[in-house]
């Protein structure tokens, strides 16, 4: 499939997704479950080569959700290189 920058596709719960290396991709939760004012959604990025990257705010609401633990925020922050919150 050749994809361009208007394509997209919605995701359910337990739905995955991969994108080839080197492709621009981004993703959003556009509808939180019921009685819920965000959603969580879980990346993994493998491989060397870029380093994966975990902004500091995202770990901020995995350690605030009760998910990560401070250590274990501390942890992928300093794994990845991610500057520090």
Do not use: T
């Given at each position: 499939m050749n994809w361009t920058k208007?394509?997209?596709?919605?995701l359910?719960?337990?739905d995955f997704?991969?994108?080839?290396?080197g492709m621009e991709h981004r993703?959003?939760?556009?509808?939180?479950d019921?009685?819920?004012d965000e959603g969580l959604i879980l990346t993994i990025v493998s491989g060397d080569s870029p380093?994966?990257?975990?902004a500091p705010a995202s770990i901020r609401?995995?350690?605030?959700?009760g998910i990560f633990t401070?250590?274990?925020?501390?942890?992928?922050l300093e794994n990845t290189g991610t500057p520090h919150w």
């Open positions: 208007a394509d997209y596709v919605i359910g719960p337990l997704i991969a994108c080839p290396i993703f959003e939760c556009v509808e939180a019921p009685g819920k380093a994966a990257i975990g609401h995995l350690l605030d959700a401070p250590e274990q925020a501390e942890a992928v």
